[in-house]
């Protein structure tokens, strides 16, 4: 069985998201993810991109008081994140849903996933998470989630 990390993401995001109940602790999670057929190794990158999430609240905001700004980027991000993932968050971000801070984090953890490239699906998702996990995100997290589950839209560039 060839897993991911994402995988890994996505299994815990789909199973624990809007489960009211109270959540398991980190080992009982890590015992049910071996038992669902996942490798060690992977869950615990896993374990280590969610810890980035979380250390990445604790970052200052950067945006400047408002100021706008020109994202370039690297030859890395380039050559793991396609056009089509870069128009996306460039799109997000002109409508309001992104700020300069969640574009950034989103792109740290698309890079942190360690995959050779991400496809648009994966960078939604990442941004569904990602927005997920941030304080006052609420409303941008409704509008990822209805592009995602109710209403997909496709971009013209």
Known sequence: ???????????????????????????????????????????????????????????????????RSLRVYTDEEMARLDAEGRGFLLFLEQIGVLTPASREMIIDRLMALEDDESDIDLVKWVTLMVLYNQPGQEEAFAWMENLLFENPVHLVH
Do not use: C, H
Not at 23 to 49: M, N, T, Y
């Open 1 to 67: 069985m060839k897993e991911n990390v994402f995988d890994v993401l996505m299994y815990l995001f789909e199973n624990y998201l809007y489960d009211d109940e109270p959540q398991p602790d980190r080992e009982s999670l890590e015992s049910e993810l071996f038992d669902a057929g996942f490798q060690q190794v992977e869950i615990r990158k896993a374990f280590d991109w969610l810890d980035g999430l979380v250390g990445s609240r604790e970052l200052p905001d950067g945006t400047g008081g408002g100021v």
